[in-house]
């Protein structure tokens, strides 16, 4: 074999492992979305849970994001989502740590994430479960997981909560929480993805916390965001969202893009009281 084939040979080789790289980046192009579903209230007339569930499910299996992170979810909801969308899920009910209250699950696309760890944390000084924190009105928590990404075995933590809307020194407090369970779990500096329903703007003390450990992919995303800014609608069909309550945070990952998707049902009215938060996340 003379000099000029190996330079060659050497050369296209060089070109291989370049496009395999490429190729691995890109597998690792996923779709992460927070949403709050809306728990099933009778008193919401037209747009109780059993109005709006078929066009939810059409939703979930329109964008199919491979993690999903709900809140307010009951469990026959949960249940039921699952069952039209093959979901499986992780999480516990707030009220009693099994299926009582509210869930802040994490649904997720089996063929593409195994779990290896998983656990629900109170948001409250004593961490008891169905424990209340601080000046919170409710009982909070945060569920999350170690997740393996299948075609690469990359590791993976997701974090969902649904923070207090009444006590400000209980969000404050969770911010604070969770970011040390953050820090306490990844040792090993592995990706992490933070979701949920703040109930807080932008502007506000927790969600400046948050910032100090963690990018907001609103606000670090390649493309610019695609839909309105806010994400609470109240379900007002009239409403144009302009608070943003809702976020997905992220370490050690690139966000390529991020959608606030406003879809309505066929009546025009919306599918819950908030907008999902859509992202393309890259780790």
Known sequence: MDERTIKMMKIFLSIL?????????????????SYNIRLDLESDGPNQWDERKIAMAELFSYYRPAVAGIQEAQYHQLNW???????????????????????????????????SLSNTIWLSESGETGSKGWDAAYPRICTYGLFEYR????????????????????????????LETINRVNSEKLPVILMGDFNLTPDTNPIGLLKTSLNDAF???????????????????????????????VQHVKVKSIRHIDDRRDDLFFVSD???VLCELAF
């Open 274 to 276: 908030h907008l999902p």
């Open 17 to 33: 492992i370049v496009l395999i790289m490429m190729h691995t980046a890109e597998s690792q192009t996923i779709r992460v979305m």
């Open 81 to 115: 989502l699952k069952q039209e969308t093959a979901y499986l899920s992780i999480g516990v009910g707030r009220d009693d740590g099994q299926t009582a209250g509210e869930f802040s699950a994490i649904l997720y696309d089996s063929t593409l994430f195994r779990v």
């Open 219 to 249: 606000a670090c995303t390649e493309k610019p965001h695609y839909g309105p800014e806010g994400t609470f609608t109240g379900f007002d069909p009239l409403k144009i969202p302009v608070d943003r309550i809702d976020y997905i945070f």
């Open 151 to 178: 075609p690469s075995q990359q590791k993976i933590w997701i974090f969902n909560t649904h923070f207090d809307h009444m006590g400000h020194q209980a969000r404050l407090e969770s911010a604070s929480l969770i």
